[in-house]
């Protein structure tokens, strides 16, 4: 479910449940998933649409959150924690981008007219529209999609050089195969060229 979220996303949730836990609550809702964001400055939401800056009292809270004890537990998402994730992701198709970052939940959370992050990004000045064209301006800064075969080459070298050596075995055998049949093939037309110049001579001969 997660693959095309970048790190920087899946610990944005990480933090975000852990805000939720430490809080007593029993879902993580868009509230949590806003202040999740705002554990790391170098994230993209940070960079581009500076969430840190416009909320400097939830941004030290979040700072105090780290220094802590992790809680251990897991909690669901709420219904409105289940459409930012979803609308995150929409966000990113629409936008034909593969990753789905930091800024696409920014953008998750403002799809919503009343939870209360998105009440809290408007009180700031940021609205779903101005944002988005933000992301697409700084679209060519994302990373490109990966490639799943260099993906696999790196994290698999010992697995690649094997299949490229059985590859290379078969296609060996494969090439001794089609000499096989042309070697054969040869032989026959040569043997019956030959029955046919021994008949050519023998109607000669008559």
Same mark, same amino acid.
Request: net charge positive.
């Given at each position: ?53 416009l ?14 004890k992790l809680?251990? +537990?897991? $909690? ?45 990004l408007?009180?700031? +000045? ?9 992301? $697409?301006?700084?679209?060519k ?26 590859l ?21 037309? $040569? ?16």
């Amino acid at each position: 479910m997660f693959e095309r979220y970048t790190d920087q996303c899946k610990r944005a949730i990480f933090f975000a449940q852990q805000t939720a836990l430490c809080g007593g609550a029993s879902e993580i809702d868009s509230r949590h998933m806003l202040l999740g964001l705002l554990n790391e400055k170098e994230t993209r939401a940070n960079t581009i649409l500076r969430l840190c800056e416009l909320l400097p009292e939830e941004t030290s809270q979040q700072a105090r959150l780290v220094k802590q004890k992790l809680t251990k +537990g897991t $909690i669901p998402l709420s219904s409105d924690g289940k459409r930012t994730i979803a609308y995150a992701g929409r966000e990113a198709n629409q936008l034909r981008d593969y990753w789905i970052d930091t800024e696409h939940l920014v953008l998750g959370i403002l799809r919503e007219e009343s939870n209360s992050a998105a009440v809290k990004l408007r009180a700031v +000045g940021l609205e779903l529209e101005s944002c988005r064209q933000l992301v $697409i301006i700084n679209k060519k800064s994302r990373p490109p999609k990966r490639d799943p075969v260099l993906w696999w080459v790196r994290q698999r070298p010992v697995g690649f050089v094997a299949v490229a050596m059985v590859l290379f075995a078969l296609g060996i055998a494969a090439a001794l195969i089609l000499l096989g049949f042309v070697a054969m093939g040869s032989t026959f037309a $040569i043997l019956a060229m030959l029955q046919f110049l021994r008949s050519v001579a023998r109607g000669s001969a008559t």
